[in-house]
């Protein structure tokens, strides 16, 4: 919360690495934003300071160096535009670390392609992302860590058999799943409003044959929309 109000909002400079995904039963693509140094190129369809990588910059993409590298899950319909990011990213980034920034699907202005969207046990895309980051940084140790939503989904990958081992797992989550539904609850008038009132995906979202949109668009709280 105090990376938000206290008015002190540090720069951080992207560039952005569109996956497509692997796993057949959750076909689309995802976005990861890489922390780069500062630079001046402009992309209005992307979060401020976002561009992507060209071509070439991609076929470089990689390095046999061994410094710490971090990869980071923002909270529920976030991304890597968050301010409670951005406070840790400045401060490892100064510190000589690498990081990026995996950006549920549709998130941080990123195009939804496929009718499945995210949860507390979709670590589909953390998966394709942490083998491809040890074949492109075989030297490198991992670290990450999840906020809210993001520490579930990285928990969940932290318990299964395929995870790329890492140096460090870190969970920001105050006071458990549960515990945070009750919380959202409590506020769910003011949060609701900001969650379901936003329609930039609904023409993807209705290619899939089992959701009900005017259901979906009468939904006045979480629990509504979730079923």
């Avoid at 140790?141 to 460090?168: H, K, Q, R």
């Amino acid at each position: 919360m105090w990376t938000v109000v206290n008015g002190k909002d540090p720069l951080i400079y992207y560039k952005r690495k569109i996956f497509t995904a692997e796993c057949a039963a959750y076909k689309g693509s995802f976005a990861v934003d890489f922390v780069v140094p500062p630079h001046t190129e402009t992309d209005v369809t992307l979060p401020p300071r976002t561009t992507n990588f060209d071509n070439d910059e991609l076929r470089q993409l990689g390095s046999d160096d061994d410094k710490p590298m971090l990869v980071t899950l923002h909270g529920l319909t976030g991304g890597s535009q968050e301010a409670y990011l951005r406070h840790l990213l400045f401060t490892l980034y100064k510190e000589g670390w690498d990081a990026c920034v995996l950006n549920a699907r549709g998130c941080a202005q990123s195009k939804l392609t496929s009718s499945v969207l995210f949860n507390a046990r979709a670590t589909w895309d953390i998966r394709q992302l942490m083998k491809w980051l040890r074949e492109r940084f075989p030297h490198r140790p991992l670290f990450a860590i999840g906020y809210s939503l993001g520490a579930c989904i990285l928990v969940n990958y932290g318990t299964s058999e395929d995870m790329v081992w890492l140096g460090g797992l870190l969970q920001i989550d105050g006071s458990g799943y549960e515990g945070a539904l009750r919380a959202v609850r409590r506020v769910q008038r003011v949060y609701a409003f900001g969650l379901l009132n936003d329609s930039s995906h609904i023409e993807q979202i209705t290619k899939n044959p089992r959701i009900d949109v005017n259901k979906v668009r009468r939904a006045k709280y979480l629990h509504e929309f979730d079923r």
